[in-house]
T-cell receptor, first 116, second 114 residues
Framework: DARVTQTPRHKVTEMGQEVTMRCQPI?????VFWYRQTMMQGLELLAY????????DSGMPKDRFSAEMPDATLATLKIQPSEPRDSAVYFC??????????????FGPGTRLTVT | AQSVTQLDSQVPVFEEAPVELRCNYS??????LFWYVQYPNQGLQLLLK??????LVKGINGFEAEFNKSQTSFHLRKPSVHISDTAEYFC????????????FGKGTMLLVSP
């Protein structure tokens, strides 16, 4: 049963610390998304990769957030320095597409981040 | 840009009763519509999607949705809910922009009680 995996599942850190979240997309999928979910804003798209190339990261605060795909099996989202307002659940999703919108995004279980 | 409005943040319903979760969208171009479900402490899972063709779409777990272009709506329905349907439901829209990203609504919490 192929699934998107995310680590860690929970992270508590102090303001100013670096946070790294990892995602393993489903093998063979060529698109990876990072979302942030909060009560106030709902689900927000932070960044989007296709074939490991970043296509859109306009949803990310550029000064502190960065997203990369070092290889096809790993996507990372880093926050440095972290702030209390970054507290949220961060989801990774992957999918297989040739360019059109008619594909399914498979979501991981999320990383619940708390910044104190 | 496209947007999605889910009119109800919470919908309480008794077990075995019918339910409708409302979703309206805004877009200047053709859209593709999705419903996702999120169970507590889990990621989102696709319930159903409308891409083209028949406006009545059937999904998993007995859910269905109807695309109404004139009303710009994509309401989700189930004729008889179970306790296990308690979850948050998200409506999402995508357009054929080349990027193929989803814009999500704020979600509707379905609370099924005995």
């Amino acid at each position: 049963d192929a699934r998107v995996t995310q680590t860690p599942r929970h992270k508590v850190t102090e303001m100013g610390q670096e946070v790294t979240m990892r995602c393993q997309p489903i093998l063979g999928h060529n698109t990876v998304f990072w979302y942030r979910q909060t009560m106030m804003q709902g689900l927000e798209l932070l960044a989007y990769f296709r074939n490991r190339a970043p296509l859109d990261d306009s949803g990310m605060p550029k000064d502190r957030f960065s997203a990369e795909m070092p290889d096809a099996t790993l996507a990372t989202l880093k926050i440095q320095p972290s702030e209390p307002r970054d507290s949220a659940v961060y989801f990774c999703a992957s999918g297989l597409t040739s360019g059109g919108p008619n594909y399914e995004q498979y979501f991981g279980p999320g990383t619940r981040l708390t910044v104190t | 840009a496209q947007s999605v409005t889910q009119l109800d943040s919470q919908v309480p319903v008794f077990e075995e009763a019918p339910v409708e979760l409302r979703c309206n969208y805004s877009s200047s171009v053709s859209v593709y519509l999705f419903w996702y479900v999120q169970y507590p402490n889990q990621g989102l899972q696709l319930l159903l999607k409308y891409l083209s063709g028949s406006t009545l779409v059937k999904g998993i777990n007995g859910f269905e949705a109807e695309f109404n272009k004139s009303q710009t709506s994509f309401h989700l329905r189930k004729p008889s809910v179970h306790i296990s349907d308690t979850a948050e439901y998200f409506c999402a829209v995508s357009v054929d922009s080349g990027y193929s990203t989803l814009t999500f609504g704020k979600g509707t919490m379905l609370l099924v009680s005995p």
